[in-house]
């Protein structure tokens, strides 16, 4: 039972169920957060950001028929590591899950002296390798590209802080090989309202005809802290830095209950979009107050007649 804190209707249009994984989903969780989901066969797969109750932050592998009833693993994700020196994780939070060339490729903060940005790949969603750490500190989402554009990878990050970051541009960068990062690119900063104080990538981009349609996150910044809201942007399908239109509105807002009142206050922070070609609905996943994870969506179709209409000009 959730209860309506405002009448706005943003564009993405919450499932019914929300949240659809509750704080206590599995024994040892204070809270489910900021977590990835991704279509594997006629399944989905998850990677979850899993409070316990010492409040630490750590990964852990789920599996669901219909993607929105979710079995978590209770033991976080034991990654194999070739190199000792970073195989000793202190927090890892925002997972962002990608197929890419046949595998699931994952990218995430890692604490490693600081937010740093780790990459991992599983085949299976059983087993797990961390390939290595390829953005030191401070850096947090990082997103990969679902394919090479101009024969290169990409991927988006956004540098930060060791705190909580009162500021934070978009960048992209380009790669050979997914380990060697350079070629930085900045992407959006900050503008108005909801999106005054930060903006960081949420899920990996969808490529459409009229380019990459990014949702991500815009922050601003009040008398009683951070606001965390979601809108969206389409880029240029060839040079990906470049913002072809960009909402001046959110999509979506902390209004409800279970967004408003959690672990942090007045949070939505989406994750995860899986795009259902057969009836163009595109299924976001978004964080929730950091202490649970609900669903909110919509038709790829009208997001991109609401980002081209709702768009700052220039
Ligand atoms: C950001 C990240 C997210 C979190 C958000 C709100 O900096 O740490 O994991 O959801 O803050 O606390």
Redesign the pocket.
């Known amino acids: 039972m959730t209860q309506k804190l405002s009448g706005n209707e943003p564009l993405l249009k919450r499932y019914p169920g929300n949240p659809v994984i509750p704080r206590n989903a599995i024994p040892c969780s204070d809270g489910v957060?900021?977590s990835s989901v991704i279509k594997f066969g006629d399944e989905y797969r998850g990677i979850f950001?899993v409070t316990s109750h010492a409040r630490g932050f750590l990964l852990h592998a789920g599996r669901s028929k219909d993607g929105i009833n979710w079995d978590i693993n209770h033991n976080p994700i034991q990654w194999k590591c070739k190199t000792q020196e970073i195989s000793q994780i202190q927090y890892s939070?925002?997972p962002r899950i990608v197929f890419l060339e046949g595998k699931y490729y994952m990218t995430w903060?890692n604490g490693y002296h600081g937010p740093s940005i780790a990459l991992g790949v599983t085949e299976n969603f059983e087993n797990f390798e961390l390939i290595e750490l390829v953005l030191p500190p401070c850096n947090?989402n990082a997103v990969l590209f679902p394919r090479k554009i101009s024969g290169k990878y990409v991927m988006f990050h956004r540098p930060?802080d060791m705190g909580?970051?009162l500021f934070g541009d978009i960048f992209l960068c380009f790669s050979n090989d997914l380990i060697y990062w350079g070629q930085h690119r900045f992407v959006m900063g900050p503008r108005d309202g909801w999106q005054s104080l930060k903006v960081g990538a949420g899920p990996v981009p969808v490529e459409t005809d009229e380019g990459w349609v990014l949702i991500y996150h815009g922050v601003m910044r009040s008398c009683n802290g951070?606001s965390?809201y979601a809108g969206a942007a389409i880029l240029d399908l060839e040079e990906p830095w470049k913002v072809l239109y960009r909402t001046r509105n959110y999509i979506l807002g902390p209004t409800e209950i279970y967004e408003c009142v959690g672990n942090?206050p007045n949070?939505t922070?989406p994750v995860a979009a899986v795009h259902d070609e057969q009836t163009d609905e595109l299924r976001v996943y978004y964080?929730a107050a950091?202490t649970c994870v609900g669903i909110a969506t919509c038709k790829l179709a009208d997001l991109i007649h609401y980002i081209k209409e709702n768009s700052y000009e220039g």
């Open positions: 957060l900021n950001t939070y925002d903060c947090r930060s909580h970051t951070c965390y942090v949070v922070f964080g950091d």
